[in-house]
Structures are given as structure tokens and as C-alpha cells.
């Protein structure tokens, strides 16, 4: 069966540029998968930009985006679709991937280990060479057509091993690994995204990097570049600087007392 | 909770209003009576015989002569000393019982507190003799010190988590060989900060702080600039205008570390700013205005200038020192380490090293440690002038090696609070499987039992049913054809009856692993560990049904090497017959000491591949063990060990007979993560719903 349009996909383009630095070849990989339609995973720390990335790439391919967040709950009729009864008749409801499926979008699941684990069971024949949907309820085989895209994301870091992908799901995709931008990079886009001074972002990328330094020696994981935009808006909007990083920064990483005192000399020593 | 720390804590109860008075207001002893409220001679002999054993042929009774002098508040703070340091060392306990009256007397609170620091780095460094020199030199300490010092173990594990945090890599700060000339002497060997032990230098508190943070930055400053590049100069230029270029050199390196610290920490030059006030310097802030600051030849080239001028740099009160000695030989031997690891006999070093039995391997070996230890974390002494790396104490480092490998034996470490520092290796625990066997038990009959599982079976029942396919769902996979035709047919025709016609199917939802930790202290002796082994049967047989992992382990020890763990269920095991025998032989042990167990159990708990992963803690009271884990030093290695616990995504969750544990359980845990239980007859249905709660 073909696909067929059953959406207005207007509504799913992304019309304004997202800010997006890019900080290596990820564009350039990211198009080349779009081409040879193979699906692509996005590896990365949160809030380091793999969200921004994938709207950025919807408006530059210009395709339209269609983002599913996912959770335990996360069933694959959440996903397919289910029938819903309307009045006195059963209706089918196509769900969000088989929507991407039909009108050729770029489907991106977010957080895909968070799943339930037999939901990335139902994108497998998506990801080869098949590009195929079987929708069991409908008894339909649905063709991908080429401007259909598959991408998930997921955060290796704090993920434990129960929650790793499978190698059969892995090894359909093509990896773009999302570490944290270099420094310089960084602080611009902090300064682009909060209209903060530039030496005040490089101070609260210093204060960033340091975190991270203490990932395993009291955190689970550093200030991600989301937070440093955070602060920076407080900072922007007349907040002094050191209380700005305790409530952006310091504050939210940890709740032990010892780490928090740790994190507010680090921003004595920065500020 | 230990046998001897009821009674313990019976002698505590009077005098802990009278010695939290004490601590506060740091008085002397000699402002209080030795008949302030004092224990007995007899009583603080018995105490005596508990800690250092009756028959050792020490004069006790003259100990606690003069112990029996001092107020109560003293006396418990003897005994809690003498307890940590005989598990230390036997023999320093002793040498300590020699001189703990007069020195207590003699000494204020901040004063006896770190003499008794410095014996323990000591002795946990190895450094026996030292810990005795400091035992003896007790009245050294009584000039020390007033509430504007800071001291160098207050500060050690902000600073160095802080410096590590910047260099990404452990950069341990140690104590600096005493000088009477500097006493702010610092300096670096490029892999351990030394500092000096307390500062005092200005007449606050806050000054003295930034002092020690302006010092161990412009150390960090000294390896992140690479100061140590100008050494062979260094050499050369000492051999030809004297220990004046090296200090005009300092001056200058000084200097230019500012800069990289002015431009890096804004915050700490704003301090060290504060600082030049308070010493009254008048900072050359124009002194690098024309220079390129790049290198360290930057400072060699301006130090050779300085040397034909009339300039007189101020000497900044945090310059640190340049020991020239220690850093060549710390970068010889990291030289080496980078090179391939193949020993040169030809030099001193290696052939000191090579003297160790004359053995190739032990000489490996002995390199290999010299090397960890310029690095790790154990290096808590300086060392001497013209230090070379120990290559003595074979033996233990074999021991080391070798003590890993007993079967069922595992090593933990532990968290020192005084120390601020974790002991590594601390904890020898062995897992003990129980052997007697419980012929007959008759649970099956009692009423009251039955009635207990019957509730139990349908709490966890209702889980169960929670799992399967549920109907009259407003949302699901499947349409619930029976709710829509009842809706159809519904006289009432109410609007909601078509909202709820889904089925969602829940199946494996479920995937919880547990752990159960159940305290065999001796004070659970009794119908306490009568109601422990029903309620552990119980939740056993009914959780058989549940599908989720779960594993029983007793905990107890006595002391820090004779740590057990008994394992009554694992995961791999399902419930059999004798796995109900090992419940009901489970019986009181010893004391407590909950960090290691907890260690334990995680590492076993993180084994497993559930996605809820619950450590779930049956106490009857806080951390307690015969040696010195107790009272804080308990509560906070405990703390730590389920901070590891919450790091290796796990779920801690204890549940305490312990009335006081309101006290400690909060700060250990954070909220909502512990439960009281009053009626200990309802323990069997308060686990069942605590479970429920933990695994929805």
C-alpha cells in the first residue's frame, strides 16, 4: 500500500529558523541520512541541543516535524494508532509515527529508551531497507515514501543498563553523538540565546565546565547549556549573578547540602 | 544496635546536655571541677577493661585515677578517642590514656580536636612514630590556635573538589612540613598541594579563609602554568646569583599567576583583592602591563632584569614557595611514567627501589607504589626535604594484593567525617550462609500469622489485578466492548459511561527488583527478631506470587574486619524450604555498622536489570559498631554509603523501630524516604504497604 496525505503539513513545518550553532558536521551527516534514507539516533547529555537540533534540521530540509515525547506508559498504540469510537461507529485514529509515515515527515521520538520496551520493536521494519509500517488492527502495510524520516534521541549518561537500547535497534541507524559545544561556542550561543554580555556567558560556561568536571564525584551530570541560558535570562533581567547561578544552576543539580556548598564556592570563585 | 551500646548510652544520657555545653563555649578544663558530675573509678574502669580488654596488663586503674579527675563531658570524649584510636593502633590508644588527662586539661576544645586529628592522619598514613611524636608534643598545642583560625582539614574536601573540578584531576592537599621562619609556607610538588595546617595569619576569620583559597590557587596556578618548565633556569640561576633569584623569581611567578587567576576566577581576585587590603601591600598591578604573560620564561627574563634593578617587589602573603628539589623529581618520575615501564638501575631512585629484596617483580612493585602514592588520595603527611619515594613496606603492599582474594570476602571503604576523607579498603566483609538448621517450625498454624498473610495477599493482590488488561478505560489500546454496549444501554445515558470504553493492557509494566537488609544486631534479640523472621517468611511466601526479584540479606559484624553479611534469599534463588529454614534460623549477631552492609547490598542490588530497583533497610536503631562507629562518624558513613546507593539508581528506604531516629533518619535519607514503626506486632502489614507504595 502507498502512503497517502491525511494532514495538513503546513501545520507541522517549522516557518521561523531556530537558532541552531552548529558545532562539528552534524548537518552534513544529518542530510546525507535524509538522502539515503537511513534513520538516525541522536546521542547526547540533556539539554544539549538534540531538540533544537532536530527543528533546525525540519526548517532547513524544510520537511515537517512531527516530535513524540516518550515515556514508561509509552504503548505502541500510542504510537500506530488505535480505533476510537465516534456516535454509534468505531473510527480509526492514526497515532503520531504513522501520521510521519503517511505525509512524509520527519518523525522524532524523543528519549526513546524511556519506552516501554516492545514499542521500538514496532519501528523496526521502518528502519531497513523495507522503510515498511504493518498496522496490524487495519491489516495495511504501509510504504514509507522517501521524504519520511526516522530519529530518536537518547542520554547515554544517566540512563542505566536496563534502559540501553537494544543492538537490534541500534544497529539500524546512524549515530550523531551531541556532546556539550566547545567553550567558545558555547558561550555564543548562550549570548545569542539570552542577549547576555559575552564575558558574563563565558564566566557560565567556565562555571558549566566545572560541573562537569564533577560528574561521579557528587553529580550525575554537569549544567547543560539549557540551564546556562536560564541563568543567563535571570542574569539578564537585573538578577545579581551569583544568586542567579545558586537558583539556575547550583540549586538544581543537587540536593545534597555538601555538593550544593561545593557548587556555591565554585561560583564564589567565578563571580 | 550493638549488646554494649545500651549500656553505653545509659552512662551517655546524663552528660549530653552538659558536654554539647561544653563544645560550644570551648572552655577549659581546668575552669571546671574534676567534680563536675564525673563517672565513678569503678565505672570508668569498666569502661576502660571494654575498650582496651581486661587482663592486658596496662595500668588501668591508674588511668582512670586521673581521668576520674575531669568532668563527664571530658571523660566521654576519652573514651570515644581511645575507642577510634585502639582501632587504630592498640599501642597509641595507650601512649594516649598516658597523656589524656593532662593534655585535655591543658588544652582548649579547637586545640585537643586537632592534636587528636593529627594523631589519626598519622596513624592511618602508617606514620606510627609520628602519631607518638604527637602524642608526647601534646603541649605544643596549647598556643594554638583561636576562633580566627581556619584549619586546613575544615577546608580539605571543598578545595579539592573544587580544584579538581578545574584540573581534572585529583590534586590531593596535604599538610606542609612546619616551618617556624613561613608559617604559611606552600608549595607544590605538581601532584599534591601542600599547605600549612591552620592559618592565623589575620585577626578574622574570613581573611584566614580567602588566605587559604588564594594559596591553593596560586598552587593549582603553578602546575596549570607550567611554573615547573623554568626549573633547570631555576637551578642555573640559584648556582649563579644565590637563593636571591629564586626568590625574585617567586615575586615574580607570583605575579603572573595572579594574572592567570585575575583573569580566570574574577570571584577569587576580588578576594585576593580584600586580601592586599587587609596586609596593607600596595600591589604592582602595573608591573605586567607591557609583558606577554604566556610563559614561564615571561618570569625568568623579568627575574633577570629585577636582578640589575633597584625594584623592590612586595612579598605577597600568599606567594607559595617553589621546592625545586621535589618538583624535579616528581616530573623525573612522571617522565618516567609516561616512558615504557622498564626500570633504570643506573640512578639513585630506581636503584633504592631496586634494593627492595632485589627481586625484579617486588621492585616493579615497590616503583609502581611509589608512583600511586605522589598521587593518591593516601597521601596526607609531606614529605621530608630531599624526599625520594618509600619503597619499603613490601610486606603490606603484598598484603594488599593478596587479601583480595579470599573467597567471599570484599573490601569496602569508609567515610571518615573527621577526615573528610573516604578510608579506603577499610571494611572487611564476608558473607556468612547461617548453618543452623530449624528442624520444625510451626508458623503455618497461628491465627495470628494467617490473619497477617491474608492481608498481605491482598494488598499485593490488588498489584497484581493492577497489571492486568484494565477495562473501563477512558484511554487505551483496545475498544472495551462491554463498557460500550453497557453504555448503549445505559437507561441513564450519562455522557461519562462513553468516556470509559478502553482497555489498557499493562502487562510487564512491572519489572522491581528488591533488596531486603535486615539488621541482626544484638539488640534485636528477642520477640523483636521473632516478629523480623515472621514478617521476613511472610513477604517471602507472598511475594513469591508477584513476579518481581527480591533477595534477603541479614546484616551485622563486630568491628571493622569482621564485617557479615548472611544471605537468607538471593535473587537467583526462588522460595523453597530452605530458604524458609534460612528465615527462621536468622538471630541476633553483633552491632551494627550499616555502611558496609549497605555498600554491599547495592553492589549485589545494581547486579540486577530491573527498572525499580528498591534497598530496603529493616533496623532497629542508627549506625553502631563496637570500634569508634558511632554517634556522627556512623550516621554520616551511612549517609554516604546511600548517596553511592541513590548513584547507582537505586531506591533506598528505611524502615526503623528506632523512636530517635527522627533524629538522624532525615539528614541520612532526605524526606520521605523512611518510615517509624511504632507497633512492631504490625510489621508484616506495614512492609506489605510500604511495598506497595515503593514498587507503584
Redesign the interface.
Known amino acids: 500500500m502507498t502512503s497517502e496525505n491525511t494532514i495538513d503539513n503546513s501545520k507541522y513545518f517549522i516557518k521561523d529558523e531556530p537558532y541552531y550553532l552548529p558545532t562539528g558536521n552534524e548537518v552534513e551527516i544529518f542530510n546525507t541520512a535524509l538522502a539515503e534514507n537511513i534513520p538516525v539516533l541522536l546521542k547526547g547529555p540533556t539539554g544539549c541541543g538534540k531538540t533544537r537540533f532536530m527543528e533546525y534540521m525540519s526548517w532547513y530540509t524544510k520537511r515537517p516535524l512531527i516530535t513524540v515525547s516518550c515515556h ?2 509509552l ?3 500510542d504510537l500506530v494508532g ?2 476510537l ?1 465516534q456516535n454509534d461507529t ?1 473510527v480509526w485514529q492514526d497515532g503520531p509515527l504513522t501520521t510521519a509515515v503517511r505525509n512524509g515527515c520527519i518523525c522524532y521520538l524523543d528519549e526513546i529508551v524511556e519506552a ?3 514499542t521500538t520493536v514496532v519501528i523496526h521494519p521502518l528502519c531497513d531497507d523495507r522503510r515498511i509500517l504493518p498496522i496490524e488492527k487495519l491489516g495495511q502495510l504501509i510504504q514509507a515514501p522517501p521524504d519520511f524520516c526516522l530519529t530518536m534521541s537518547y542520554n547515554p549518561g544517566y540512563q ?4 540501553d537500547l537494544k543492538p537490534s535497534t541500534r544497529q539500524r541507524f546512524i549515530s550523531i553523538d551531541f556532546s556539550y559545544p566547545a567553550a567558545d561556542v558555547e558561550a555564543k550561543i548562550v549570548n545569542q540565546e539570552a542577549s547576555l554580555d559575552m564575558a558574563a556567558c563565558e ?1 557560565l560556561v ?1 562555571l558549566a565546565e ?2 562537569r ?2 560528574v561521579g ?2 553529580l ?1 551530570e554537569g549544567a547543560s547549556t539549557r540551564l546556562l541560558v536560564h541563568t543567563a535570562k535571570l542574569i539578564n533581567r537585573g538578577f545579581e549573578p ?1 544568586m542567579a547561578c545558586r537558583c539556575g544552576i547550583a540549586d538544581v543539580l543537587t ?2 547540602p ?1 555538593t550544593v ?2 557548587l556555591h ?7 | 544496635m550493638g549488646l554494649f551500646s545500651g549500656l553505653l548510652e545509659k552512662f551517655d544520657q546524663f552528660s549530653k546536655r552538659s558536654w554539647s555545653y561544653s563544645r560550644k563555649s570551648g572552655s577549659l578544663e581546668s575552669r571546671q571541677t574534676g567534680s563536675s558530675g564525673g563517672m565513678s573509678t569503678n565505672e570508668l574502669l569498666i569502661r576502660l577493661e571494654l575498650i582496651m580488654g581486661q587482663g592486658s596488663g596496662l595500668p588501668l586503674m591508674d588511668y582512670s585515677n586521673e581521668i576520674a579527675k575531669l568532668s563527664h563531658p571530658l571523660q566521654l570524649f576519652i573514651f570515644s578517642e581511645t575507642t577510634e584510636l585502639s582501632e587504630l593502633s592498640y599501642e597509641h590508644a595507650n601512649e594516649f590514656l598516658q597523656v589524656a588527662s593532662t593534655a585535655l586539661t591543658e588544652m582548649e576544645q579547637r586545640q585537643y580536636e586537632r592534636w587528636l586529628l593529627q594523631i589519626k592522619q598519622a596513624l592511618v598514613t602508617g606514620n606510627d612514630a609520628d602519631a607518638s611524636e604527637h602524642i608526647k608534643n601534646h603541649s605544643s598545642y596549647t598556643s594554638e590556635g583561636d576562633s580566627n583560625t581556619v584549619y586546613l582539614s575544615d577546608l580539605t574536601y571543598t578545595l579539592e573538589k573544587l580544584v579538581y573540578s578545574i584540573h581534572k584531576a585529583e590534586l590531593p592537599l596535604a599538610e606542609a612540613e612546619l616551618s617556624s621562619k613561613s608559617p604559611l609556607m606552600s608549595y607544590t610538588n605538581n601532584e599534591v598541594l601542600y599547605l600549612p595546617t591552620s592559618i592565623s595569619h589575620f585577626d578574622n576569620y574570613e581573611d584566614n579563609h580567602r588566605l587559604y583559597k588564594a594559596l591553593t590557587f596560586q598552587l593549582l596556578g603553578q602546575i596549570q602554568c607550567e611554573s615547573a618548565d623554568a626549573i633547570g633556569t631555576l637551578n642555573e640561576g640559584i648556582r649563579h646569583h644565590g637563593e636571591k633569584y629564586l626568590s625574585f623569581f617567586s615575586r615574580i611567578e607570583t605575579l603572573r599567576i595572579d594574572q592567570y587567576i585575575k583573569h580566570s576566577f574574577p570571584g577569587l581576585w576580588r578576594d585576593i583583592e580584600l586580601l592586599h587590603e587587609s596586609a596593607k601591600i600596595d600591589y604592582p598591578s602595573d608591573f605586567f602591563a607591557s609583558a606577554n604573560l604566556d610563559s614561564v620564561q615571561t618570569s625568568l627574563h623579568l627575574t633577570a632584569k629585577l636582578l640589575e634593578s633597584t625594584v623592590n617587589l612586595p612579598k605577597l602573603v600568599y606567594q607559595s614557595s617553589f621546592q625545586l628539589d621535589l618538583m624535579a623529581h616528581v616530573q623525573k618520575l612522571t617522565g618516567e611514567r609516561k616512558a615504557p615501564l622498564i626500570l633504570n638501575p643506573t640512578t639513585d631512585v630506581d636503584d633504592e627501589i631496586l634494593d627492595t629484596l632485589g627481586d625484579p617483580r617486588k621492585a616493579d612493585r615497590g616503583y609502581l607504589r611509589s608512583l600511586k602514592d605522589s598521587k593518591g588520595d593516601s597521601v596526607l603527611k609531606s614529605p621530608p626535604p630531599g624526599w625520594i619515594p618509600d619503597s619499603s613496606g613490601g610486606a603490606e603492599e603484598e598484603q594488599h594484593t593478596t587479601k583480595h582474594h579470599e573467597k567471599g570476602v570484599f573490601y569496602y571503604r569508609e567515610w571518615d567525617t573527621s577526615l573528610k576523607k573516604y578510608r579506603k579498603d577499610w571494611c572487611r566483609l564476608r558473607e556468612t550462609i547461617d548453618t543452623d538448621v530449624v528442624e520444625s517450625i510451626d508458623v503455618e498454624n497461628m491465627e495470628a500469622l494467617r490473619h497477617a498473610e491474608h492481608r498481605i495477599r491482598k494488598t499485593f493482590d490488588q498489584l497484581v489485578n493492577d497489571q492486568k488488561f484494565m477495562r473501563g478505560q477512558s484511554d487505551g489500546d483496545e475498544i472495551d466492548i462491554d463498557a460500550w454496549v453497557s453504555a448503549r444501554s445505559s437507561k441513564s445515558k450519562d455522557t461519562d459511561d462513553y468516556q470509559n470504553v478502553y482497555i489498557r493492557n499493562n502487562t510487564n509494566n512491572r519489572d522491581v527488583a528488591i533488596m531486603f537488609a535486615v539488621d541482626l544486631s544484638g539488640s534485636t534479640a528477642g520477640w523483636k527478631n521473632s516478629m523480623i523472621k515472621q514478617s521476613t517468611w511472610l513477604l517471602c511466601k507472598t511475594l513469591a506470587r508477584m513476579g518481581d526479584q527480591y533477595a534477603v540479606y541479614g546484616f551485622s559484624g563486630s568491628g571493622r574486619s569482621n564485617c557479615q553479611v548472611y544471605p537468607v534469599k538471593t535473587f537467583n534463588e526462588s522460595y523453597t524450604k530452605s530458604v524458609k529454614s534460612r528465615i527462621f534460623s536468622m538471630k541476633p549477631h553483633q552491632y551494627t555498622r550499616m555502611g558496609v552492609a549497605i555498600r554491599h547490598l547495592s553492589m549485589l542490588l545494581g547486579k540486577t536489570t530491573a527498572k525499580t530497583r528498591i534497598l530496603f533497610v529493616l533496623t532497629d536503631g542508627r549506625p553502631d559498631d563496637v570500634d569508634s562507629y558511632r554517634g556522627q562518624y556512623g550516621v554520616e558513613d551511612t549517609r554516604l554509603a546511600l548517596n553511592e546507593a541513590k548513584a547507582l539508581s537505586l531506591k533506598p528506604f528505611v524502615l526503623t523501630f528506632d523512636k530517635e531516629g527522627m533524629d538522624y533518619l532525615p539528614y541520612m535519607l532526605g524526606s520521605s524516604r523512611y518510615q517509624l514503626i511504632t507497633d512492631i506486632s504490625q510489621l508484616p502489614i506495614q512492609i506489605s504497604t510500604i511495598y506497595k507504595q515503593l514498587t507503584t
Open positions: 514508561d506508559d504503548t505502541t498504540a488505535r480505533y469510537i468505531t516501554r520496551k516492545d542505566s543498563a536496563v534502559k564566566r567556565k566545572m560541573t568536571n564533577l564525584n557528587g550525575d551569583k540536593d545534597d555538601e556548598t561545593l564556592e565554585m561560583i564564589e570563585t567565578l563571580f
